[in-house]
């Protein structure tokens, strides 16, 4: 987060790359490319792209070797969305390359990538650009030999039970999700540092990352809870991207299996699968979290133009309007954290925005006895929320000469002295001059 | 008059002669005087002529952007304006912190040819206020001298003023800035002053006040005149040359004049607070004991006057050791001892360079060389001491303020190369003098020794050719003993008059004359040897004008074989700026060129050349001294958008960032003590070659100085400092190239936003093996910093 700290001075004229991500226009109206290895795959995770499709996704399904594929025509992005479930494609079909895929993501829009124990380096690449870092041994698994889930018949505890979940609403929904959800792939791990990626599913801490053909002689690069299943990004432009390691993670098999994690005396009927990657997905997409925030004006007390300078110790009111996006349209986002800053490269005035409940926020507040350009600056930054960094430019000069006091009234024994003084003088010299 | 009078008496038929050559040459004078406005004028419009008619500089550009400001918006908009263009974020009150003289009188002048349906621009206006006011700078000097020596010394000194190339060199047409209308309203405020003391009126010292004033509107360089007049009236009263039009000429000045000053909102309460004005003030009690003393000593008889003497002095000098102590308490307390860094440089040269690396680093703020005094004042140079020869003959008040101004202006101008402004007129002046007495001298050596000539005519021809001199002086020296004569009790005053007496004697005079006469050949060549020097001064001026100090500065020209070439880099690149940028866009660059990307691109400035923010002109040096990263970092935290580097490495152009580039570190490191000058150092030198060390090849400066300059010739031969770059190849992480100007003088480079993603860490075997799959990304890692 330190580091995010730095970008966030956008221009309001910068806003429209905020919802840069869907088009705002015709939001309901969303195209997503799937490519896959095999065409077998539409039908082994059918659930997932049906549920995709029925929440008015347009999907299109193209073989990752395609020599037709391409994200785009004449400068326009065919896709708002890309989903890569062709984990052992060494080279994309047509013009699509790694640097397709990172412009694609670069220029706002989302991605999905599933990896799997074979996975390529390509899509490995994929991962590690967009700061997510797949087990450098490309045979390894995440085994785990005490939450695994029992329903399965290996008995390599590689299918592995996790319930270790992020903690927001925001990326996973409000129905909280019972059933662990069963993963059985390759880890990957996230730097700390990073402050853009989100750990979605961690493994527990017994888990570790290993081949399993070999004999293990020396301790595993990753173990524990630094293995993440299941990670999320979300780029400065809000571009948002889901990593995982697990293709099967998304798999009817996996959905429809009934689990019991090792240890643990409950039995789920179905797997908590279904549930998560829809809503990780939902969020992918879009469809929860998407903040915009629109219309941030100000004017003076008691008046409702607004001013192209202020004054210092001016009293002034703020407002901003911020909504959220809810799939379908825009609701009102109510929070009671909201802030706005008087920043001058320090913030002079920070105050907590109170709102209407209809996505109209405002605050009013005096300006700071200090004069310079300073900037309204509305930086939201919340977990799983896209980040609002919003400012506006306004000068605070002093006074005018004439909007000083004109008389003080403790200087008026000064005053008396200097007219007294002054007549005293007039009357000496008229007595002095002409008194002979 | 003393010697009308005598003539009357006389021979009453050459009384009228002598009106008649009187008033012919008056008016000769008045049509020399125009000449001389004529040729002050013209001798500055080289620079239009042979460029064209563009401000110059630096200073003049923000004087015009005001001056624009004014006549747009009108004065109280003025008084009040708060910009929000530069020093961003700070911003800065301008009403409150520039010298308004100069935009008060550009503002006016435009404002009267408009009202008389004169449309001229703005821009034009302020380009000829300087020729102008050197106009009147020359009419002053002659009013001045000729208080002091008569007219003749007065019409000389009018005629050197008017083409002195140090006074040419800031005042050239388009060169508007503040020593343009102050020079003049420090010559004037000097002749008002002469003036006051010579008729001891009130209405003249009521005037002095005024001009006094209208200086400490036009210039911080009042100090000199609220230092120098208290020296002066110091030096009179230790002289025993007090009376009371010393005193009429200083207490109005000092109460009205600090008053006055205290009104301009830039001097404010400094008027009394801070020490430069403080010995006016210890002077003006000063005039007020000794004129005490002076009417006790009327009213006392001589063996009462002992004892109060004896008395008061013993008292007094107690009290005044006890104020005194209490005054260097209170200076010694403040941290620069009460002195502002400017004037303490001027008193102890090695100050600034010592502590205050901001000031030190104008070049105009360095001690001047031996040539530029050549350079700058010529002949004068070798004529100032005749002058001040010729004033201790017969010494006056008027005179003997002439030799302390000549004597302190030396001594300053040896400290600030920028104050040679200041003893130019006062070079002018003791030089006028000198050369119009040796004219004298000679040209009444000539007359005597004509065959021809009666003796009788002789003598009147003699004494009429030295009266243009003689009679301003014998109508001072009437003046002021009658005057005196009212001072019963002065002894000195008495001294006088029995000179007074002696004086109109003629025949004393005649005879004084006689054995002041050279022989006729050496008169006649040591004529034609001044006239020569005249003529070696005014070709030296002319070409002083027409070639050193006319270039604009933001257009240069060069010849070569192939002709001449004109490099118009700057105004290329700030009118780029003003149609690719957003126009709330902010343009960080080194100090220097503030001033002008405000008024030519008008884009927001983080620093300019108003330098009263020391830590704001550090940050920028700092970024410009840390590596790409941090500078970038720096620069986002201010919100720059576009960073503006001047290069003159491929054409020559010695004045350019790379050069300046010791001072970034400097400042920056002052405040910022990260930053540390012996990193940038090799043996002692900022080199840039390939002995520079690595945080100099790194630093920002250098890197964006030299991006693909190698592509230029193949070699990176930087041809201001004859090496080649010690870095050649290189790419630039977070700046990118947005501009650069036809010859390459000025780049304008962009900040690049920040990464969209954080790469996850770089594995080299997997990067070894997908470069093969995609060269592109290769390029991509290369750049990328964030890992």
């Given at each position: 987060m330190k580091n995010l700290c730095f970008f966030f001075i956008f221009g309001v004229s910068l806003f429209p790359l905020l919802c840069f991500s869907f088009n705002p226009e015709s939001p309901l109206d969303r195209r997503v490319l799937v490519l896959l290895d095999d065409f077998s795959l539409k039908s082994s995770h059918s659930i997932f792209f049906n549920s995709l499709k029925s929440r008015g996704f347009n999907v299109e399904f193209k073989l990752a070797d395609d020599p037709s594929l391409s994200l785009q025509r004449y400068g326009q992005y065919l896709y708002d969305a890309l989903i890569l479930f062709s984990p052992s494609t060494e080279r994309f079909g047509g013009s699509l390359d790694l640097a397709a895929v990172i412009d694609f993501v670069d220029s706002g829009h989302d991605l999905i990538v599933a990896a799997d124990a074979s996975a390529s380096d390509l899509i490995k690449n994929v991962a590690t650009e967009c700061g997510v870092d797949f087990?450098?041994?490309?045979?390894a698994m995440v085994i785990d030999h005490k939450s695994y889930a029992i329903s399965g018949t290996e008995g390599d505890h590689t299918l592995i039970a996790s319930d270790d979940f992020i903690q927001s609403d925001v990326v996973l929904g409000k129905t909280k999700i019972d059933a662990p959800v069963l993963f059985k792939g390759i880890a990957h791990s996230v730097n700390a540092a990073n402050g853009l990626v989100l750990k979605v599913l961690s493994a527990s801490s017994s888990a570790y990352s290993a081949n399993l053909a070999s004999k293990l002689l020396r301790p595993p690069l990753l173990s524990g809870s630094a293995i993440s299943l299941v990670s999320v990004v979300q780029a400065r432009n809000n571009a948002r991207i889901m990593i995982t390691g697990s293709l099967d993670l998304f798999s009817n098999r996996l959905f429809r299996t009934a689990v019991q994690k090792a240890g643990s005396p409950f039995k789920f009927e179905k797997s908590g699968n279904e549930q998560f990657v829809t809503e990780i997905s939902k969020w992918v997409f879009h469809e929860r979290g998407h903040l915009k925030a629109v219309d941030l004006r100000h004017h003076k007390v008691g008046e409702t133009d607004e001013p192209a300078m202020y004054r210092i110790k001016d009293n002034l009111k703020f407002y901003v309007e911020i909504y959220e996006w809810s799939g379908k349209s825009w609701e009102p986002f109510v929070a009671d954290d909201v802030q706005v800053q008087f920043y001058m490269m320090s913030p002079y005035v920070l105050k907590t925005l109170s709102t209407d409940g209809k996505g109209l926020y405002h605050a009013s507040f005096m300006v700071p006895d200090i004069y310079g350009v300073f900037q309204f600056k509305v930086d939201y930054h919340r977990l799983g929320y896209t980040s609002l960094s919003l400012s506006k430019q306004i000068p605070v000069r002093p006074f005018r000469h004439n909007e000083y006091e004109r008389f003080i009234t403790t200087a008026f024994p000064y005053y008396g002295a200097s007219f007294t003084t002054m007549a005293g003088f007039f009357f000496f010299s008229i007595v002095y001059l002409y008194n002979k | 008059m003393t010697a009308p009078e005598t003539s009357i008496t006389t021979v009453p038929r050459l009384y009228t002669n002598k009106t008649l050559r009187n008033a012919f040459g008056g008016v000769l004078s008045f049509f020399i005087l125009l000449l001389i406005g004529v040729l002050a004028f013209s001798i500055r419009l080289f620079s239009v002529i042979k460029y064209e008619s563009v401000i110059h500089e630096f200073d003049p550009y923000f004087n015009y952007r005001v001056t624009q400001f004014l006549t747009k918006k009108g004065i109280y908009e003025f008084w009040n304006w708060f910009d929000d263009r530069t020093w961003y974020p700070l911003g800065r009150v301008i009403g409150g912190t520039v010298y308004p003289g100069l935009t008060l009188t550009a503002g006016t002048l435009w404002w009267l040819l408009n009202s008389l349906n004169i449309p001229l621009s703005v821009e034009t206006v302020c380009v000829f206020t300087a020729p102008i006011f050197s106009a009147f700078a020359s009419w002053a000097t002659y009013l001045l001298t000729k208080e002091v020596k008569g007219a003749g010394a007065g019409l000389t000194a009018a005629a050197l003023l008017a083409m002195v190339p140090s006074y040419i060199s800031r005042s050239v047409a388009g060169s508007y800035d503040n020593e343009a209308v102050a020079i003049f309203a420090l010559i004037f405020t000097f002749y008002l002053y002469i003036k006051t003391l010579n008729t001891g009126s009130l209405f003249y010292a009521t005037l002095n006040s005024i001009a006094y004033f209208y200086m400490v509107c036009s210039w911080g360089g009042y100090t000199f005149i609220i230092n120098l007049i208290p020296m002066h009236v110091l030096l009179c009263i230790v002289t025993g040359r007090y009376s009371s039009r010393l005193y009429i000429v200083y207490a109005p000045l000092v109460v009205l004049g600090t008053l006055l000053a205290a009104l301009v909102p830039v001097v404010g309460f400094n008027a009394v607070m801070t020490s430069e004005h403080f010995a006016s003030f210890l002077v003006f009690i000063i005039v007020h004991v000794v004129a005490f003393v002076y009417y006790i000593k009327g009213i006392l008889s001589p063996k009462m006057f002992k004892v109060a003497v004896t008395l008061v002095v013993s008292v007094g000098l107690a009290v005044c050791c006890a104020v005194i102590a209490v005054l260097i308490a209170l200076v010694a307390s403040s941290p620069t001892k009460g002195w502002s860094g400017r004037s303490l440089s001027l008193l102890d040269p090695t100050y600034a360079s010592k502590y205050i690396p901001i000031i030190a680093s104008v070049s105009e703020h360095q001690p001047p060389t031996w040539p530029s005094y050549f350079m700058d004042i010529n002949v004068l140079a070798f004529l100032v001491p005749a002058g001040i020869i010729a004033c201790f003959l017969p010494l006056s008040d008027a005179s003997s303020f002439v030799v302390l101004y000549i004597a302190t202006s030396v001594y300053f101008s040896g400290v600030m190369v920028r104050l040679m402004l200041v003893l130019a007129p006062a070079a002018c002046i003791t030089s006028g003098i000198a050369l119009s007495q040796a004219f004298d001298v000679f040209t009444r050596s000539i007359k005597f020794q004509l065959p021809g000539l009666s003796s009788n005519a002789e003598v009147h021809a003699g004494e009429t050719s030295s009266a243009t001199a003689e009679a301003q002086n014998d109508a001072v020296n009437t003046g002021k003993s009658e005057e005196t004569l009212k001072d019963r009790s002065s002894r000195k005053s008495k001294k006088k008059e029995r000179e007074h007496v002696e004086k109109p004697s003629t025949k004393a005079k005649v005879e004084k004359k006689r054995l002041l006469a050279l022989p006729l050949e050496a008169s006649v060549i040591s004529l034609l040897l001044l006239v020569l020097l005249g003529a070696f001064y005014v070709v030296h001026c002319v070409w002083a004008a027409a070639e050193a100090y006319s270039a604009p500065s933001i257009v240069l020209t060069s010849h070569s074989h192939d002709g001449l070439h004109v490099f118009d880099d700057f105004r290329e690149a700030y009118a780029w700026l003003r149609h690719n940028t957003d126009v709330d866009d902010k343009v960080a660059s080194w100090w220097d060129y503030g001033y002008q990307t405000t008024a030519m691109a008008n884009r927001t400035v983080i620093v300019d050349n108003n330098t009263w923010n020391n830590t704001h002109i550090a940050t920028v040096g700092t970024a410009m001294s840390s590596p790409e990263k941090a500078a970038w970092e720096i620069f986002h935290s201010l919100d720059v958008k576009y960073v503006l580097v001047v290069f003159g490495g491929l054409v020559g152009y010695p004045s350019d960032d790379i050069n300046k580039f010791l001072w970034m570190v400097r400042i920056g490191g002052g405040v910022f003590p990260h930053i540390k000058e012996p990193d940038y150092l090799r043996d002692g030198q900022y080199r840039i070659d390939s002995q520079a060390t690595p945080t100099m090849l790194n630093c920002l400066m250098y890197k964006l100085s030299y991006y693909r300059f190698v592509e230029t010739d193949g070699k990176g031969f930087d041809r201001v400092r004859q090496t080649e770059i010690g870095k050649k190849y290189f790419k630039l992480t977070h700046f990118e190239e947005v501009f650069t100007t036809h010859h390459w003088m000025v780049r304008i480079y962009k900040l690049k936003p920040s990464k969209n993603r954080i790469r996850g860490k770089t594995k080299k075997s997997k990067s070894k093996t997908s470069s093969t799959s995609s060269p592109k990304r290769n390029g991509r890692k290369k750049k990328n910093p964030w890992h």
């Open positions: 087990d450098e041994d490309s045979s | -």
